[in-house]
T-cell receptor
Framework: DAKTTQPTSMDCAEGRAANLPCNHS???????VYWYRQIHSQGPQYIIH???NNETNEMASLIITEDRKSSTLILPHATLRDTAVYYC??????????FGQGTELSVKP | GAVVSQHPSRVICKSGTSVKIECRSL??????MFWYRQFPKQSLMLMAT?????????EQGVEKDKFLINHASLTLSTLTVTSAHPEDSSFYIC???????????FGQGTRLTVV
């Protein structure tokens, strides 16, 4: 699986959009970009994934650059409950996910 | 999203004993399940991949005789930590993927403490 690089931590004001970047310059053609988040002492929660087109669901939007070497997860209106570690993972569809260190997002009032 | 349930959510056992952790897919058939371990302040580390009806595939460095995995049905996989020692204390998490889906779903995790 391709390695991803994310900032270690980020802060965001409550109610503002949180934009979490991810670099995956070695992603291969059959690998998707997956985003999960983990709130303390819980299992990871699926957020969104995409191959090359931008994606949006009820939780977030995923913007993937045209060359697929990077992406951004957007939480449009962050709340305190969005405080978590966010993981960006490049993987095929088989479900095997190799986790990096992720970004610790702190949403502040 | 699909629901994956782990049991127990936390367990304390004595050193030298074995502990079994169950992972169930509640509303779908999981062709493949995965087991992860997470130490405090660290990321999840994949331990093994479990396919229904076949032997699990272990990641490098994971002892297959210590971490026994059984995936007897399309809705249940179990991880048994044999002869547990304090260094096995960790957060164990499973995930499962449906043959018709492209994303894996995770259980809530099991906190194992070996005393």
């Amino acid at each position: 699986d391709a390695k991803t690089t994310q900032p270690t931590s980020m802060d965001c004001a409550e109610g503002r959009a949180a934009n979490l970047p991810c670099n995956h310059s070695t992603i291969s053609g059959n690998e998707y970009v997956y985003w999960y988040r983990q709130i303390h002492s819980q299992g990871p929660q699926y957020i969104i994934h995409g191959l090359k087109n931008n994606e949006t669901n009820e939780m977030a939007s995923l913007i993937i650059t045209e060359d697929r070497k990077s992406s951004t997860l957007i939480l449009p209106h962050a709340t305190l409950r969005d405080t978590a570690v966010y993981y960006c993972i490049a993987a095929d569809q088989g479900g095997k996910l190799i986790f990096g260190q992720g970004t610790e997002l702190s949403v502040k009032p | 999203g699909a629901v994956v349930s782990q049991h127990p959510s936390r367990v304390i056992c004595k050193s030298g004993t074995s502990v079994k952790i169950e992972c169930r897919s509640l509303d779908f058939q999981a062709t493949t399940m995965f087991w992860y371990r997470q130490f405090p302040k660290q990321s999840l580390m994949l331990m093994a991949t479990s396919n229904e009806g076949s032997k699990a595939t272990y990641e490098q460095g994971v002892e297959k005789d210590k971490f026994l995995i059984n995936h007897a049905s399309l809705t249940l996989s179990t991880l048994t930590v044999t002869s547990a020692h304090p260094e096995d204390s960790s957060f164990y998490i499973c995930s499962a993927i449906d043959r018709g889906n492209t994303e894996a779903f995770f259980g809530q995790g099991t906190r194992l403490t070996v005393v």
